[in-house]
């Protein structure tokens, strides 16, 4: 794409952003357009459709701001489409939603703004996209979709559960990328998560799961999941991993069930000899939700190359926790971090050395990466996965 293709994209979408809920309503726009014009694409998307929407405009911001970045773009495009395949998605249903989207933001925009021009680069960008979709789906061998059966499942808080899987075959994802699951008591209702093991030869996945508050899918996950239910998983996404080079050491910061990507990934070199070191910091909001630091910890006794430091915003459990949920502080290990995770890693050093991994809430994710940038940290340095 030329300089003048983006810069017409960026600044019709910037304009529709800085209407007031003028990304919702584009939105809304554009489904009404596509289940109007092409009725069966309605069977791909569930019924409730708030998440639906936000994922949209998210991506769509997330292309937008990449347009002229082919390097990071396109692999993000190609796992795209390579995740859309478990819907049975068709090139024609790429076209459908070109053609539905350009019709919602000419009707946003108006005739004063969507000028030919404007029109043609839309076309442009789009064409772009589908192609490295659907070139990426229509390349990839692996199966559309994996299966996968809960053979335990353990609530460690009120509100956060671990479940492992058995898969019916073998999947080949790297540690720390994440995937699309779907459960069975919510049809099309797909929610990304990244397994907090890495692959094994017997076929097991382990999840940790969060109940949103108001949420559809995950406090039906926590609270609800039985041995022997069948859930779907989608391709793996993600470009989080160990990298290759090992002569920089890494830096891992997590929040929450936001560690799951990180464990993996530690739990993947404790397997191989390494010569780099890893810092892994464990934040939460209370101590209790340190749910898994016990191993973490344990594991570090065992590797000298791993270290890990807790650090909690608050300094006492909330009133609902109880003396039989999982306890924080293992035997041996120092007092914890108090203070907000970002805030406090920046605090002990520029961290320009070392390969930065940032896996948490994206409120969590932005406001560490600012701080750790703040601070002197190069940005390059710094990996996450996109914020939506």
Known sequence: MDSQTVSLVRTTFK??????????????????????????????????????????????????????????LL???????????????????YTAVGNSLIKALRNFAGAEMWTDDVDRAWNVALGVVASAMTGAANADTAPAVWGGTVIETKQVLRNL????LKLNEPMPYTPGQYMSVQIPSRPRMWRYMSPATPASDDLTVEFHVRGVTGGWVSPSMVSHTQVGEEWLLGAPLGSLGVPANPARDMLLIGCGTGIAPLRAQVLAMAEWTTSRRVHMFVGGHHPCDLYDLGMLWDLSMQNPWLTVTAVTENTHNPWWHVAE????????????????????????????????????????????????????????????????
């Open 15 to 72: 304009a529709v952003a800085a209407v007031d809920d003028g990304p919702e309503r584009l939105t809304r726009s554009f489904y009404s357009i596509l289940f109007t014009d092409y009725p069966e694409a309605r069977d791909f998307f569930p019924a409730a459709m708030e998440t639906q929407r936000d994922r949209l405009v998210r991506a769509l911001a997330y292309v937008v701001d990449r347009l002229e970045d082919a390097d990071t």
């Open 75 to 93: 692999p993000y495009l190609a796992q795209l489409g390579r995740d859309h395949r478990k819907y049975g998605t068709q090139d024609a249903h």
């Open 161 to 164: 559960a671990v479940i492992k």
């Open 325 to 388: 949920d999982y306890e924080a502080v293992s035997p041996g290990m120092g007092t914890l971090m108090t203070g907000q995770i970002g805030r406090v890693v920046a605090s002990l050093g520029d961290w320009a050395d070392r390969d930065i991994q940032i896996a948490g809430a994206p409120s969590m994710i932005q406001t560490t990466k600012f701080r750790l940038m703040a601070g002197g940290t190069p940005v390059e340095n710094i990996r996450h996965d996109p914020l939506y």
